[in-house]
């Protein structure tokens, strides 16, 4: 054998090692959750409430919490996604404000969860005054979740191509029916996506709702909007910094499951709604 | 007096030539479920131009790239039946592609040169066979690109980006950096349908002037290139060879109609 | 119509308040800190009893263990990226993507689980240490969560590299791993660094695993290069402290100052990725 073939050989060999070494970490992982997780899941674990200081009961709450936060994030930022990938693609003709909105949409993607927290305390929760809230946390996750659904919105409006609209326009619709006639029909899946994407990241979020929308215990189903909610990464925080306590962990794996598999169902539904889509733009 | 048989036993007409370098024997070709190529019995006459020609679709390109195994790597390709090369079948007894690929050398359709320099696309893959001296690299860069009559268009700016080259220089590149690597075949998928007329006519005479060398295998659906260049012509139709010999008997009396039909007006009902 | 254009402009402009905002509201309450500390932020000290505001130790400790799960993810990403996109049966490709962008999707929360339960009680017996809570162990922790982001851009690196490059090289007889090294790579360099570049991005903001396993101890160890200590992120300090700190204090100044940091460099980080990769054209038909 050659230098070159044996060079070959120990290449392609570490290349299958590296994907053994990852599939190995999937495993793990993977299989860690939902051993651990299944250990402590039963109908009273979904269905009761924690109590002592969640090292005994269950996580009803928690889980109806974190639905609550991103179901109100969904319904808050929306509007002004679609709205912002509209004018994104249809409104801005100067490279130069094209430029600056992308740059503006990244830098809101690339600020860091905990930083979110942080401007929510801040500007929510102290200057504005709301105390800790459902509704803030539900602001600051839609905050997080606009650049994602913006930048799929916008890649669903962009891609259908101008023939469409130019036909549009021919027909003597005026901008806005095309938009809504037009356009909005065509990317609307494209929306949808993101906004699953979006969702499968902002219910696992901890570090943006730890200061400004969580308490730890003795809450069940908030109020009204500017009541503090329990969520489900949160408590699995505080189970965690119990580690020591067996009852505590045990729960904690609970929770991991079930955070897990919500996170699951809408990744999936979004891998879903994404092979649909490329379906529709295929066709 | 003895009577004149009436049919009288021809032989099957076959080109006389004194080694074939490559025919295959019943070689079948499928990707996924399409039955690409059929019991395709060929053989390649060493030395010389064999074109191969059919209308698109016959598989063509699929029959040379099965040569030097490039197909191996499309998802869904299978072959059975056998191609030899020297006595070898290509499909059993290489282990190692690349000392087949060295001696079956390969030309695209597209001309593809790597985003480097023109010397560094020409020494591409010979250099890493073995290692090179300066002064060889000078050698090898200067006597491969005169090969393909390029050297005086290009000497100059060897660091250039080859990038910069024009379709027809890029590919005339192509067969250079191909020459280096010094193939006993060539073979050609089309290497004049993407470049223009002019070029495409330089890459013409830089074949005629190799096929001394060279067993060169040249895939075209250009009849008029075929009978310019051609020493030897395979018609290929619907995945199968329909007739093959040397151009004169297939240009001029053909044993099949589809054959005079598809040379003398490229249409072919299959 | 006019209402149309408000909504569509509305929108736009909430957009771009929102990011602003952030800024501005980071910057004008970091001003405190700054104002009372000036250069001393950028000293070893971090005690608010004597208010002493020593950001160092923290960006010391983001930045190393950013190097640690850079060290180890790049190389097994880009390896494994290699195989999925150029060894891999393609057939297997799509599913294999499918895993990992659900492996990425994993909340961060429950990689610090999991990092408490196993990794630090792991390095801890390895090593022999009291604690296995260390930056090694979030470097660790931290490199597994990058790497599916790193395989899957890589991937999607290499595998947009066009066919004909694959076809030509290997028809000049190299071999696969010549390919990749001489052809593939050089061809797919920008995105890769592109991903490079995004990870370093989710590593230097990642906080919560990083929080619970590195021990949140406020110095630099000694010597610096022991990996072996328990050490402090920014991230990390930011989610221990902000509750604790009072709202318009020196101290909770401070931590802000440290976030606007953090911010300046993960947002010029992914302004610098956008460069990279390539940006979508509309269909012209």
Avoid at chain 2, 2 to 7: G, I, N, R
Avoid at chain 2, 214 to 237: E, G, M, P, S, W
């Amino acid at each position: 054998m050659s230098n070159r073939s044996i060079a070959n050989t120990a290449f392609v060999f570490l290349s299958r090692l590296a994907t053994g070494i990852c599939g190995f970490i999937l495993v793990f992982l993977i299989g860690v959750i939902v051993w651990n997780g299944m250990n402590s899941m039963n109908i009273q674990f979904l269905l009761s409430e924690a109590s002592n200081f969640g090292a005994s009961g269950g996580i009803l709450y928690q889980i109806v919490g974190s639905l609550l936060l991103v179901v109100m994030a969904s319904v808050l930022v929306m509007p002004v996604a679609i709205g912002t990938a509209l004018f994104k693609s249809e409104y801005i003709t100067s490279p130069a404000l094209f430029r600056l909105s992308s740059i503006l949409i990244y830098s809101l993607n690339g600020i860091p969860s905990v930083t979110f927290g942080i401007f929510g305390l801040i500007f929510f929760v102290n200057i504005l005054g709301t105390g800790i809230s459902w509704f803030v946390g539900s602001i600051i996750l839609a905050m997080m979740m606009l650049p994602t659904i913006v930048l799929t919105t916008y890649q669903s409006v962009n891609s259908i191509p101008s023939s469409y609209r130019e036909n549009a326009y021919a027909l003597g619709l005026n901008k806005w029916q095309v938009i809504v006639k037009v356009l909005l029909p065509q990317s609307f899946h494209g929306a949808v996506t993101g906004l699953l994407i979006a969702l499968a990241r902002a219910i696992g979020e901890t570090a943006p709702i730890m200061f400004i929308a969580t308490a730890f215990s003795g809450i069940t189903v908030p109020g009204s909007l500017f009541d503090p909610v329990v969520s489900l990464p949160t408590h699995i925080l505080a189970l965690a910094q119990q580690a020591t306590n067996e009852a505590a962990l045990q729960n904690a794996w609970g929770s991991s499951l079930v955070l897990l598999s919500l996170v699951l169902v809408f990744s999936v539904s979004a891998l879903l709604s994404r092979l649909r889509l490329k379906e529709i733009s295929q066709r | 007096m003895t009577p004149t048989p009436l049919l009288k036993v021809v032989p099957v007409s076959e080109p006389e030539f004194a080694e074939w370098s490559v025919h295959s024997e019943d070689f079948n070709v499928w990707y996924r479920d399409a039955h690409i190529l059929n019991d395709i019995n060929v053989r390649f006459p060493a030395k010389g131009i064999t074109c191969i020609v059919g209308p698109s679709g016959s598989g063509k390109s699929t029959l040379i790239r099965s040569i030097n195994r490039i197909n191996d790597e499309v998802p869904g390709f299978l072959s059975r039946g056998s191609i030899s090369f020297n006595g070898k079948d290509v499909y059993t007894d290489y282990k190692d592609l690349t000392i087949l690929r060295t001696e079956i050398g390969m030309v695209f359709q597209k001309p593809c040169v790597f985003p480097k320099s023109i010397s560094e696309n020409v020494l591409f893959g010979v250099a890493k066979t073995r290692k090179l001296s300066r002064a060889e690299r000078l050698i090898l860069v200067e006597e491969n690109l005169r090969a393909v009559s390029l050297w005086k268009e290009v000497s100059y700016r060897l660091d250039d980006s080859a990038t910069s080259l024009s379709l027809g220089q890029q590919q005339r590149l192509c067969i250079a950096r191909t020459l280096a690597v010094k193939p006993k075949i060539l073979l050609l998928d089309e290497p004049t349908a993407s470049v223009d007329p002019v070029s495409g006519r330089a890459i013409e005479e830089l074949l005629l002037k190799l096929k001394k060398d060279y067993t060169i295998l040249l895939v075209t659906h250009d009849l008029q290139q075929t009978k310019r260049i051609a020493d030897h012509i395979v018609f290929l139709c619907d995945g199968e060879v329909i007739e093959q010999g040397d151009k004169a008997k297939m240009v001029t009396n053909p044993e099949h109609q589809k054959t005079k039909t598809y040379l003398s007006d490229s249409f072919c009902e299959c | 119509m006019r209402i149309s254009r408000l909504y569509i402009a509305g929108s736009a402009i909430v957009s771009a308040i929102i990011v602003l905002l952030i800024f501005v509201t980071l910057i004008v309450n970091s001003s405190a800190a700054v104002a009372a500390n000036g250069f001393h932020l950028f000293t070893y000290e971090w005690n608010p009893a004597k208010d002493q505001f020593g950001v160092l130790p923290m960006i010391f400790g983001s930045g190393a263990v950013t190097i640690i799960a850079l060290c180890l993810a790049v190389p097994i990403g880009l390896m494994a990226a290699i195989f999925t996109s150029e060894i891999l049966n393609p057939m297997w490709r799509a599913p294999v993507k499918s895993v990992l962008e659900i492996l990425a999707g994993i909340p961060s929360i429950i990689y610090g689980l999991i990092g408490i339960a196993f990794f630090s009680v792991w390095v801890g017996d390895l090593f022999d240490l009291q604690s296995g809570r260390t930056i090694l162990t979030a470097g660790l922790l931290l490199a597994i969560m990058i790497l599916p982001t790193i395989i899957t851009l890589c991937d999607d690196a290499l595998h947009n590299v066009p066919q004909k490059y694959r076809e030509t090289a290997a028809g000049l007889a190299l071999y696969k791993y010549e390919i990749v090294k001489d052809v593939l790579l050089p061809i797919a360099k920008a995105d890769i660094n592109g991903a490079v570049l995004l990870a370093l991005g989710r590593a230097l903001g990642e906080t919560m695993a990083v929080m619970l396993v590195i021990g949140s101890i406020d110095r630099v160890p000694e010597p610096f290069y022991n990996a072996l200590s328990a050490g402090q992120t920014i991230t990390s300090k930011l989610g221990r402290e902000v509750a604790e700190s009072a709202f318009g204090s020196v101290h909770f100044s401070a931590l802000i100052f440290m976030s606007l940091l953090l911010v300046a460099i993960t947002v010029s980080l992914t302004s610098l990725t956008q460069f990279y990769f390539k940006q979508e054209q509309r269909l012209v038909e």
